[in-house]
Each structure stands twice: as structure tokens, then as C-alpha cells.
């Protein structure tokens, strides 16, 4: 566990052709995109995976900007936190999805709005441990915003299992999720991936000239090596798509293929940007010595 | 779903969430100055450590826990106990070649930072202290509020696990699964709801005391009351889910 | 049979876990990661520039957690499509199986270090800590094979753990959780192992190798750390070779103990109380055998620690110095 410094200043930069997005804005985005995506179980799954790469840049924000002051615990703890509400979110929204909420045509899931009751349990879950830890009387640990990130991390963490289960199973319904998803053990997978995707970037960016920009690329990236992974998983389910194994199987090629052209593009930007921000880069070199 | 069943689920998960909590509180961490012997405690963060405890634990329990076939008091309490001394196995052993490390790898005597006189063996810690340092190694009192912090914390999570698999994702549930694989979808079911809900408790905890903590010795542990009822409600809210999902997994109804 | 095979498999359990947790701890310090690395950050702000290789994935459990978990998710699926092959013999599958899965593990271990080493550097360019190309590239395969190491020891353990049963001939004993699970478990317990107890040799003295030996490290002396080597500039390989020695041991001791005794105990149980041929009849009373011994070697630990604290305070005596 490494353990910010200093509370790092804000200083806000220009944003280059409209990236990064404001931090409302981009949540706003996340949000409407990652639940549209989420109540459509009968999307192709690379369209549901651009919804989880959004959740995750969302996620990684809210992380970005509760821990910028410091939590006493590490960056880590609070994308942890992210998925430990996120996974109970998502199954009682599923659970939820299972008894109703749902529209079938020709038995294909077509619209679930039931799920969107976890979601809203887990924002509720959020929002309180966050007024508990802000709050004088209980945990104060006195970091603005907390409330709003803290439920945000819930929403977040609990679209993007429902997100993930979804692109695997193909469908939100709880049994069938259990049947996919758990006995193969993925949700062991999605469990830690999802944490890495939202608190890796800023601890692996954090210093006084961290970008916001720039860590936000990485959680892009890391969302391309969940969409390979989850396909790979979902190929060998033998996951179907629309009724059909063989659709189902182009479905998890084109995950995965999204998932090489995310992370190729985004892993290349970060590389490139970090590289250009360094003080200097060296072929090798000795160091300056201390007066 | 019944109303006692529930009721059961429910009073299990905020009674785990309370003693993973107490368990956080009570293990000794020093977190990231431990590792540079400038504070008392096990070099890591709390939440990572206590997880760990638990996972341990965990393991053990699930192993235990088939060996009944059907649930019943003395299974819950067996299972859970089994947990906590694999969680106490667990932080036992870590604390003791932690000590190892200090005393033979770095040559400094474990010493605690926050008060003078060991409260258990009667030592006399603060000649022992490097200056500018706020103790360093697992004195003999940290040790001990550490194994029965463990214990503790252990115990909540195997008790979370073992309500969840047998009463709110019991393998009946899914009948056209063979045996195994049903008891596999159970477990692991329970488990990462076991898992997600204990982490969020930890965590919770874990702010409270601000990342590092000595043991109850510490004044720190003072503060204990105002995270347990933080605990118990998130606990709470989170049992809820689980009620939520296990009551639509079982196709709904009152 | 079916016993003796059990005992040595769980033999091979622990030995893969001494050897797993020795890994770790050495993969920590071949990229610097967890709570000493601290200290690798700061000392470029407070002007240290330094040859170190700044690993900060995240803290060590959650990112071996990663690893172990990828690894295992990955083979859980080669398993799958291996295993039909060899209907008799399950377990052929398993030998190229759990490489391949460690291998995509390790892919994203690396892409992870890559990411981690850029950003730190990048965030701290105003105090004027260079980007290393050598030093970069230089120690993105040594992070790799011992990361290797450790998430083959764990995929392995998590392997035959899920088939116990299978391989031993008693069935029953095949763990209830999905491999990508017991991956995750002991991703998690090995990580906060390794940092818990790996970490103090490397953070207290190693990194602080030119401060007085037998003392806590002041908090003025954070940051201040050392730079050069016994010849030239110290990079982060050289932390490994004066870890291995001692830190590394005794962290891989720890969790191999760990898994020896959590087995052995409830082993134990199962042969005490007679689970194994009367089924679970005999379930509670194996249970609570098994918790029994733990309880015995826990206040046994508790002992040792006392007697541990006692020799130290004795031999080295108060505080000297200034």
C-alpha cells in the first residue's frame, strides 16, 4: 500500500479538444450510457463493452477525486470499496431482474429494468457510508465530496458487474447469471479487474504532476483487457447470442476484438503522453548527486 | 422466501459486518511507516490484511462446511469457529515472522509507540524506542489484540458465508445442475457476497481508525463505537441485497 | 492408498506456497511495490533522483490477486477445452494448461508494470526524475519471471486444490469453490503475506542501508534513500539479491507454514474424527478436532512471540545512541 504524500493542488489545465471531459459532465455520460446499455441485455456485447469502459473512466474519476486528499489507507481501499457494494448491488439487481421488470420477444430478453433496482440500492448504500465517514459525528474524515463519490462508486461498481455479467451470460436474469458467471468462476475475475480498473490509474499516476487526461486513459486500456478476457470466457460457455451458438460466437469475437483495439489504442496514447510529460527521457544516465 | 429465513440472513450479515469491523480494529498496523520500522504494526494496509485473514479463513470454513450435509446450530457455530482459528492461524504466524524480521533482519526490539509500560507483560517500552519513531516491530500486547482481533474478524466472515450458502443461495435451488456443480454455484455465491460485503465493513473500519492502529491499547480504539454503527447500518443495507437477490432467485412471492 | 497420496499432495500444496510467497516477496523488490516504495516516491521530492523502478500497481495483494486470478480464469477455460481429450486422465490437461493461463497472467502483470513505472515517473516531473529507458526495460523481464514464479506456485495450489478429491481417489474432498476463485483466495492471502512480512527487509534495511543497523528509521531520514550500490548506482536488481538472502525465506516460510498447518489440522480432523470412512456422521466431530489443534498451535505461536520479544529486549538491550 503506498500512501499519498501530500494532498496534490488542482491545477486544472486546458482541456484539449474537449477531453477530459468536467467531472459531472463525464459522470453524466458514464451513467445515462452505462444504464442504457445495462437494461438492453440483447445488445451485441462489444456495444455493452463501450458502456463498461465509460463506467470504468467514471469510476476511476470518482476515485481520483475522493482520494486526492488522502485517505489514510491507500488509493486501493476505495475501488475495493467500489466493487464491495458493486457486487452486492448487482445481485440484488438481479435477483430483482429475475421475478420482473423484464420485456421477452420471441425469447429474446430484449428490455430489463428491473436491474436497475440494485442500482439504486447500491447508490443508497453509497451515499449513506459516505455521509457516515464525512460525518463529524461518525468516521469525519472530512474530504469534500465524499457523499457524491462514494455513491457514485457504488453506481459504478454495480453497473459494471451488471455490464460484465451481462456480456457473458447474455442475459441478467439471476439464475442464469449464477449458472455462467459463478460456476466458472468469472466472477472472481470480474471482482478484482473491475477494482483495478477504477483505482489503478491514479495510483499508478499519483505525484504532484499527475494529469487527468492522462490517468484517465488508462482505465480505457484496462477495460480492453477485461472485454479479451470476458470474451475468451464467454467462447468457451459456448454463450449464445439471439438464440443461436453461432452468432454467439462472432458475438465474443467482436468483445474481443474491441477489447485488442481499446487497449492497443488507449496502452499507445498513455505510453506516448507519459513519455512526452517526463522531465526527460534517457537511454541510461547517471544521477545528480545531493549537496 | 420466509420471514424467518430472512430475518436470520439479515441478523448473520450485521452481526459479521460488527466483528470484521471490531477484527480491524483490533489488529495491529502500522501500514506503509511499519515497513520502515517508524511505527508499531504489521507493514501493510489494514483492509488488505484483514482480507486476507478472512480469505484464509474462508478456505478453511468452505472446506469444514461440506462436511455437513445439512445446516443446523452446531454446524454454523463449528463452521464459523473454523474460520476464525484459521484467520487467527493465519495473522499468527504473519505477526510472528514479521517479529523475526525486525529482531534478526533489521536488529531493532518490537516496542510500541503509544504507550510506556506494556499493559499485558508489564514491560517497559519506551527505553526501547528509537527516537523520532513512533515504535516499531509487534510488541507482546499488539500480538495479542491481533490474534484475537483475527479470531474475530475470521469468525464474522465464515458466519456470513455459511448463512449465505445454506440459506440464501442453498444448491437446492438449482435442481437441474448435478450435486457438485450446485454446491459449486452455492459456495460461490456465497462467497463473493461474503467477501464483498466483509470488505466493505473492513474498509468502513479502516477509515475510522485512519489507516494504522496499535491494538486496544491504542487511544485510537476509543473511537471504535462511532465505526460499528456505520458497520451495522451499511451491514444492514447490504443483508438486504442479499434477502433482495436470494428472494428473486427464488421466484419471488411472500 | 488414497491417504498417503493425499498427505503428499498436500506436501506439494505447502512447498508450492513456501515457494510462492518467496517469489513474491522477490517480485517486490525487483520493481519496487507496496509500502516501501513510499519511500521510492518521495525520494525524488525531496531531490533524491534515483535508478529505482517505481512499481505502484497497487498495494501487493490486490495485484497478485490479479494475476492469480487471470491466470487461473484463463486456465479454468484451457482446462475446459483439454480435458475432454483425456476422459481417463484429467490431469494431463493440466500440464500445458496452467502455463498457458500463467502466461496471460503474466501479460497483464507486465502491461500493469508498464503503466505503473510511466505514470509515476511522468506525475513527478517537476522534481526532475528522468525516465530511464534502461532502467525501464531493464527490469520488466526479471518483474515478469518471478511474478511468473509466484502465479504458477498459486495457480498450482489453487489446481490441486480444486481437485484434491479427483487426484487422491476420495472424491468428496474436492473444494466447493470454482478455480478462479481459489486463485483469487490465495492471490490475496500470498500478497498481504509477502508485504506484511517481505516488506521490512526491503523498507527498513535495505533501503536504508547507510543508516545506523539496529534502529527504527527515523521519520527525518524518509526519503533519504540509498542510491548508490556497493559498486556504481543502485538500480532495483540489486535490492533482490540482498532480500533473497534473508527477507525472502522466511516471508516464503511464513505462508508455506500457513498452508502446511491450515491442511494439516484439518487433515487431522478428518482422520480423527473419522470423516473419511464414516462420512459426514463423523462431520462435527472432525471439525471441531481440527479447530482444537489450531487453537493449541495458535497459543503455541503466542508463546513464541513472548519468548521471541524477551530474547530481543535481553540481547540488545534499551535504546543506545543518540
Not at chain 1, 249 to 260: P, S, T
Not at chain 2, 68 to 92: D, H, I, K, R
Not at chain 3, 290 to 300: K, P, W
Request: charged share 10%; proline share 5%.
Amino acid at each position: 500500500m503506498t500512501v499519498p504524500t501530500a494532498p496534490v493542488e488542482e491545477e486544472e489545465k486546458k482541456p484539449e479538444k474537449g477531453w477530459p471531459p468536467t467531472e459531472t459532465k463525464l459522470g453524466i455520460i458514464a451513467a445515462v450510457l452505462g444504464i442504457i446499455m445495462t437494461i438492453l441485455p440483447f445488445m451485441p456485447s462489444f456495444v455493452k463493452a463501450i458502456g463498461l469502459t465509460f463506467v470504468l473512466v467514471w469510476g476511476a474519476d470518482s476515485v481520483r477525486k475522493t482520494s486526492r486528499y488522502g485517505l489514510g489507507t491507500g488509493v486501493p481501499s476505495i475501488g475495493v470499496l467500489a466493487v464491495g457494494y458493486g457486487v452486492i448491488g448487482a445481485i440484488a439487481g438481479m435477483g430483482i431482474a429475475k421475478v420482473g421488470g423484464d420485456f421477452t420477444i420471441g425469447g429474446v430478453e430484449v428490455l430489463n429494468v428491473g436491474v436497475l433496482g440494485g442500482v439504486a440500492i447500491a447508490a443508497l448504500i453509497g451515499y449513506i457510508s459516505g455521509i457516515f465517514s464525512n460525518s463529524e459525528k461518525f468516521i469525519s474524515m472530512k474530504i469534500p465530496g465524499l457523499e457524491r463519490g462514494m455513491t457514485e462508486l457504488g453506481v459504478a461498481g454495480t453497473l459494471a458487474f451488471l455490464l460484465e455479467s451481462s456480456m457473458v451470460a447474455g442475459t441478467l436474469k439471476l439464475d442464469a447469471v449464477l449458472e455462467d458467471v459463478f460456476l466458472s468462476g468469472a466472477i472472481a475475475f470480474m471482482f478484482v479487474m473491475s477494482a483495478i480498473g477504477m483505482f489503478h490509474p491514479f495510483n499508478a499516476c499519483l505525484g504532484p504532476d499527475e494529469d487527468r487526461g492522462r490517468t484517465l486513459l488508462l482505465s480505457f486500456e484496462i477495460s480492453g483487457l477485461i472485454c479479451i478476457i470476458l470474451g475468451i470466457v464467454s467462447i468457451a460457455l459456448g454463450a449464445e447470442w439471439l438464440g443461436s451458438s453461432s452468432l454467439g460466437l462472432l458475438n465474443a469475437a467482436l468483445l474481443i476484438l474491441y477489447g485488442i483495439v481499446v487497449w492497443v489504442v488507449f496502452y499507445a496514447k498513455f505510453v506516448r503522453r507519459s513519455f512526452e510529460a517526463s522531465y526527460e527521457v534517457v537511454g541510461t544516465g547517471l544521477i545528480k548527486t545531493v549537496k | 422466501m420466509d420471514p424467518i429465513t430472512a430475518l436470520l440472513i439479515l441478523v448473520c450479515v450485521i452481526v459479521g459486518g460488527l466483528l470484521a469491523s471490531l477484527g480491524v480494529h483490533m489488529i495491529p498496523v502500522g501500514g506503509a511507516p511499519a515497513a520502515m520500522g517508524t511505527a508499531t504494526g504489521i507493514a501493510t494496509g489494514t483492509v488488505q490484511l484483514m482480507f486476507g485473514a478472512a480469505l484464509t479463513g474462508l478456505f478453511t470454513a468452505s472446506t469444514v462446511a461440506t462436511f455437513f450435509e445439512t445446516p443446523s446450530p452446531l454446524a454454523l457455530v463449528l463452521v464459523a469457529l473454523s474460520g476464525a482459528v484459521g484467520a487467527m492461524l493465519m495473522m499468527s504466524f504473519t505477526m510472528l515472522f514479521a517479529n523475526m524480521l525486525y529482531v534478526f533482519g533489521a536488529g531493532v526490539v518490537p516496542v510500541s509507540g503509544r504507550v510506556e509500560v506494556d499493559p499485558i507483560t508489564k514491560e517497559p517500552q519506551t527505553p526501547y524506542k528509537t527516537p523520532q519513531t513512533d515504535g516499531h516491530g509487534v510488541p507482546n500486547v499488539s500480538y495479542i489484540s491481533g490474534w484475537i482481533g483475527a479470531f474475530l474478524g475470521g469468525f464474522g466472515g465464515a458466519l456470513m458465508y455459511f448463512v449465505l450458502k445454506n440459506y440464501a443461495f442453498p444448491a437446492s435451488l438449482f435442481p437441474e445442475l448435478g450435486a457438485v456443480d450446485a454446491e459449486m454455484i452455492s459456495a460461490a455465491a456465497a462467497g463473493i457476497a461474503a467477501a464483498g460485503i466483509f470488505v466493505a465493513n473492513a474498509i468502513l473500519s479502516a477509515y475510522n481508525i485512519g489507516g494504522t492502529i496499535e491494538g486496544f491499547h491504542d487511544p485510537k480504539f476509543k473511537r471504535l463505537p462511532k465505526a460499528l454503527i456505520s458497520c451495522a447500518v451499511v451491514s444492514a443495507l447490504c443483508g438486504l441485497c442479499v434477502i433482495i437477490a436470494s428472494w428473486g432467485l427464488m421466484g419471488g412471492g411472500v | 492408498m488414497p491417504f498417503e497420496i493425499l498427505f503428499g499432495l498436500l506436501l506439494l500444496i505447502a512447498f508450492l506456497a513456501f515457494v510462492a510467497c518467496f517469489f513474491e516477496d522477490a517480485e517486490s523488490d525487483c520493481g519496487s511495490q507496496s509500502n516501501p516504495n513510499s519511500q521510492v516516491q518521495l525520494a525524488a521530492q525531496i531531490g533524491y533522483v534515483h535508478r529505482f523502478f517505481n512499481k505502484a500497481i497497487s498495494g501487493e495483494p490486490l495485484s497478485n490477486c490479479m494475476y492469480a486470478t487471470t491466470a487461473c480464469t484463463v486456465t479454468w477455460v484451457l482446462l475446459r477445452q483439454f480435458e475432454p481429450m483425456f476422459p481417463a486422465e484429467k490431469w494431463k490437461a493440466a500440464i500445458l494448461a496452467i502455463p498457458l493461463g500463467v502466461l496471460a497472467g503474466e501479460i497483464f502483470h507486465l502491461i500493469f508494470a508498464t503503466t505503473a513505472h510511466l505514470g509515476r515517473t511522468s506525475g513527478q516531473s517537476r522534481f526532475q526524475q528522468p525516465l530511464y529507458l534502461d532502467v525501464f526495460y531493464g527490469h520488466l523481464v526479471p518483474i515478469m519471471t518471478h511474478g511468473f514464479m509466484t502465479t504458477f506456485c498459486i495457480t498450482g495450489i489453487a489446481y490441486l486444490q480444486a481437485n484434491l478429491g479427483t487426484l487422491s481417489g476420495i472424491p468428496e474432498l474436492n473444494h466447493p469453490f470454482p478455480l478462479p476463485l481459489l486463485g483469487f483466495i490465495w492471490g490475496i492471502t500470498v500478497g498481504s503475506i509477502g508485504s506484511s512480512t517481505g516488506d521490512i527487509h526491503y523498507g527498513t534495511e535495505r533501503i536504508f542501508q547507510d543508516r545506523p543497523f539496529g534502529e527504527g528509521k527515523r521519520v527525518v531520514y524518509h526519503g533519504m534513500i540509498t542510491r548508490y550500490a556497493d559498486c556504481g548506482i543502485r538500480t532495483q536488481k540489486d535490492i533482490v539479491a540482498f532480500c533473497i538472502k534473508y527477507g525472502c525465506p522466511l516471508t516464503g516460510m511464513t505462508f508455506g507454514m500457513i498452508i502446511l498447518f491450515e491442511n494439516w489440522r484439518t487433515v487431522l480432523g478428518m482422520l480423527g474424527g473419522g470423516y473419511l470412512t464414516a462420512g459426514s456422521a463423523a462431520g462435527a466431530a472432525a471439525a471441531a478436532i481440527g479447530i482444537v489443534i489450531g487453537l493449541v498451535i495458535g497459543i503455541a505461536l503466542i508463546l513464541g512471540n513472548l519468548y521471541l520479544v524477551r530474547w530481543a529486549r535481553k540481547r540488545y538491550g534499551p535504546f543506545v545512541g543518540e
